[in-house]
């Protein structure tokens, strides 16, 4: 099947039902992207499809043929994303780091559709993604600067 | 400032070669709560930290800590930066390779847990950048032909104030390094500290908001398999039989192999072994606890108390006291599975000169040693490299080397470097839990309220039975270990009559330190009950603990902090209500305030103020982070957290039944540092101990109902009490 990843064109041998995240982890090397509950509980593996926040670890890859897949390797490409990325780092957001992949990329759904978002929108858009090192008031304080910036 | 993830291998080598640069090497005074441990084990010369001045003027800091969310990479670099009068920007940090010399001084090994990753190695940093600095200034007295005395090191740069010439480090490095080191170089006074104690930012920032830092399982080697084990449904369970063909016509599987915890399945992509253990078929024989319930454990435990157990403590007289108000009650806390938000991990390659062993671990001496008794090799023929670790909390530092030793087995023989990866499932399920524990307390009230006697008596499992870490942590005189009482012997209400006892849980269950270690069963219990004691005796929370804390200076401060912070006895809005709870662990003291309600009758925390006293405030951000971290992981356990077993089967698989604190949970919180010219304390884990009875004791003073038993999900709390 034929990928459309970061603008770029993968041509990938993978079963049909193999989820996006395998693919772009162990098939194209796109690290960025994680695993974290392989079962659509905690945001790790966040990617957008064709813009939208999407959990790649329960997505079969065969189901995007076709459309933008953007990883957090390129979302810095953006505007937007860099914006994000941006504010992520004057925040001094990330303990850990692991779940911030999928933190960014949710964040920068949401401030695509809501330029603006005030705290209950943040929780709201947010919630599905997991921070086990507890940097969720950092997040929001981020979200907002890069809304504001 | 930047991190650098080189391949450790080119490290390694580079490190013999010290042409052209300037290496200094410190080891660690001891200090503080290390020194108690230090007659433990004779150190072999510990050096703790490595500065290089690379003759293009790029500082370098090796450092043999694992940064897992810590800051530790920031903090300790700040201590150099410092002391070396470099600029922040000019500093790169490498994590160090295993090696004799970057052991503990108070144990023979590489480690990173007890919340000592910048209090343990500031001096030692602090000592580095100084003897650096004062060889490049003793290099340039030589070249310029002036006094050292007419020089000063300052932005990377020694200068000559009288000539106006300016020496970059790098062209001083190859010279200071034929120098005589100086024994004790003159530390800075913290007026004249530039980075200490500032709010510097994160060294791994950028790299952890790109997708950039490489954490273990980010790793890829060449040719690169994957595995998963399937382990038995029980602990000690082994295979009784197995049929692999449907797993083997998995596309993408190529092998399939017994190993000592079960069968790994080994493929091309992780895809395909998951497809590949699914598709086994396992007849399992069940291990010694197939009939063992967690629920059992508990009407075992609360018999258990009741009985003698061994008196780890005692002040006065405790069975002399018969008269005043008695109280008791017994707390009960479960198994907790760390969960850190990367599953475990390890890539293991067998090459021609040993083996490679890659994964983000907070014990490398000990994993090294596993893999090697596993590979059937010498320690000096396995290196491991640390990649950033996604969350530890202590599930990384095993001295039982799981992780470590069942990927050395899967990868042996097989011909190909191979990745086995955990899933969340096999996280929550695979042990190494905090254990479960019962606390049954009692009080003996004078007519003043103050307590004359105080009892404590747990049951818990040992953390260390069994292992190489036994002996450092058991007093001899009991045979019980330190960390299953830790916070209940250490008690500091001042109260006459005193007894703590422990009964020394046994059960089929792999136990493990889990954030906080013993301390967050034992303020659960120690700081409930001091409320009930207060309420029985009529007096407000606060000024109850005070009167039972003068001999505590620290204490006491750290309590008026957060109690005027939070402006604590001031009216709250209807339906709500504050509790509070102080804990010292890992030598500094937190105390928090928890604002709760309830919200269709279940407890939401809104608010916390947390005051903490940790000696110096190396970086006061990072501070507030981990305390904040460290609040959020202790209430996800207070709130939800629980693993329970029937039949010897974990019954929580993954973040549905085992859920942490989201977003919209997680209550804002306020961290304030008490001022304090003391040694750095601890600050990774003293912010959990206190949550669980911060909140239950503001429930308490909302509902009435006081919760016993974690998770607070086990009680059930009536809308707000009448007035
Ligand atoms: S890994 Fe996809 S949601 Fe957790
Ligand atoms: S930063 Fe560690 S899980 Fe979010």
């Known amino acids: ?149 | 400032m930047t991190t650098s993830q080189s391949n450790r291998r080119d490290f390694i080598k580079s490190s013999g070669l010290a042409a052209g640069g300037l290496w200094v090497g410190v080891s660690l005074p001891l200090a503080g709560r290390l020194a108690e441990a230090a007659s433990v084990a004779a150190p072999p010369t510990p050096v703790t930290a490595f500065v290089k001045v690379a003759a293009d003027n790029q500082i370098t800091l090796i450092i043999p800590k694992s940064e897992m969310g810590q800051g530790v990479f920031t903090g300790l670099a700040q201590a150099v930066a410092d002391e070396l009068e470099v600029d922040w920007q000019k500093i790169t940090v490498e994590s160090a390779p295993v090696a004799e010399v970057y052991h503990l001084p108070f144990v023979p090994s590489q480690f990173t847990g007890g919340s000592s990753s910048i209090a343990g190695s500031f001096a030692a940093m602090r000592k580095a950048g100084a003897t650096a600095r004062l060889l490049l200034i003793h290099a340039a007295a030589d070249t310029l032909g002036v006094p050292a005395s007419e020089l000063q090191a300052e932005h990377g740069m020694v200068i000559h104030a009288a000539s106006g010439r300016r020496l970059p480090f790098g062209t001083l490095a190859a010279h200071a390094a034929t120098l005589p080191t100086p024994q004790d170089p003159p530390l800075k006074d913290p007026s004249q500290w530039r980075y200490i104690g500032k709010d510097m930012p994160r060294v791994d920032s950028r790299v952890k908001s790109t997708g950039k830092a490489l954490f273990g399982l980010d790793v890829r080697l060449p040719n690169l398999h994957f595995a998963v084990v399937a382990r038995a449904p029980t602990f000690g369970g082994r295979v009784a039989s197995l049929d692999s063909s449907a797993a083997k016509a998995v596309p993408g599987v190529i092998a399939i192999k017994e190993v000592p915890s079960g069968i790994a399945v080994i493929a091309k992509h992780t895809w395909a072994a998951l497809q590949g253990r699914k598709a086994l078929k396992v007849q399992w024989q069940d291990g010694a606890g197939a009939t063992f319930s967690t629920s059992q454990l508990a009407k075992d435990y609360a018999e258990k108390v009741k009985q003698s157990s061994m008196v780890v403590h005692t002040l006065g007289n405790p069975s002399a006291v018969t008269t005043g108000e008695h109280l008791e009650a017994d707390y009960v806390t479960p198994y907790l599975a760390h969960a850190p938000m990367e599953p475990l991990n390890c890539a293991v390659d067998f090459n021609a000169t040993g083996c490679d062993v890659y994964t983000g671990t907070q014990f490398q001496t000990g994993d090294r040693a596993a893999a090697a008794f596993v590979a059937g090799l010498n320690p000096e023929q396995v290196r491991i490299h640390t990649t950033y670790l996604g969350g530890g909390f202590g599930r990384r530092a095993n001295p039982a080397s799981d992780f470590v030793r069942e990927a050395v087995s899967v990868a042996k023989d097989f011909g190909a470097p191979v990745m086995t990866v955990w899933s969340r499932e096999d996280d929550i399920q695979g042990g190494y839990y905090r254990p479960q524990a019962h606390n049954r307390m009692t009080a003996t009230l004078a007519a003043d309220g103050k307590p004359l006697l105080w009892t404590h008596t747990q049951a818990v499992q040992s953390l260390t039975r069994g292992t190489p870490l036994e002996k450092m942590v058991t007093d001899p005189k009991t045979g019980v270990e330190r960390l299953q009482h830790e916070g209940a012997s250490t008690m500091p209400y001042q109260i006459p009559n005193v007894q703590v006892s422990v009964h020394d849980g046994r059960a089929p269950v792999p136990v493990l330190w889990w954030r906080s270690v013993g301390h967050s069963n034992t303020a659960f219990a120690v700081e409930s009950f001091i409320d009930e004691c207060a309420h029985a005796a009529g007096i407000d929370a606060i000024s109850y603990r005070e009167a039972l804390l003068a001999e505590h200076p620290r204490h006491l401060a750290t309590l008026k902090l957060a109690a005027d912070k939070a402006q604590w006895g001031k009216k709250l809005p209807a339906g709500r209500a504050h509790g509070v709870a102080i804990h010292e662990a890992f030598n500094s003291v937190v105390a928090e305030i928890a604002e709760v309600s309830l919200v269709d009758g279940r407890p939401h925390v809104h608010r916390v103020v947390a005051a903490v006293h940790c000696g110096i405030a190396v970086n006061p951000r990072l501070i507030e982070s981990q305390i904040e971290g460290a609040i959020c992981y202790g209430l996800s356990a207070a709130l939800f957290g629980e693993i329970t077993l029937e039949e010897g089967r974990v019954q929580q698989s993954n973040f549905n039944d085992y859920p942490p604190l989201r977003m919209a949970e997680m209550p804002a919180v306020e961290v304030h540092i008490v001022p304090s010219t003391d040694y750095p304390s601890g600050i990774g884990e003293p912010g959990t101990p206190p949550i669980a009875p911060a909140v239950a004791n503001a429930l308490f003073a909302l509902t009435g109902i006081r919760a016993r038993r974690l998770p607070l999900t086990h009680t059930s709390f009536s809308p707000t009490k009448p007035a």
């Open chain 1, 1 to 149: 099947m034929r990928l459309t990843i970061n603008g770029q064109h993968h041509d990938i041998d993978a079963s049909a039902d193999m989820p996006l995240l395998w693919v772009l982890r162990d098939l194209v090397g796109l690290t960025g992207t994680k695993f974290g509950c392989g079962a659509a509980l905690c945001g790790a593996c966040t990617v957008h499809i064709d813009g939208v926040a999407t959990r790649s670890c329960v997505l079969p890859a065969s189901a995007v043929v076709g459309k933008q897949i953007t990883t957090i390797e390129a979302i810095g490409g953006t505007p937007l994303g860099k914006k994000i990325q941006d504010a992520w780092v004057a925040e001094d957001v990330p303990q850990c780091g692991y779940c911030q992949s999928g933190q960014i990329m949710s964040a920068t759904a949401l401030l695509k559709t809501t330029p603006k978002p005030s705290n209950a929108e943040i929780d709201s858009a947010m919630n599905g993604n997991i921070c086990r090192c507890g940097t969720y008031s950092r997040i929001r304080k981020a979200i907002h600067r890069a809304a504001e910036g």
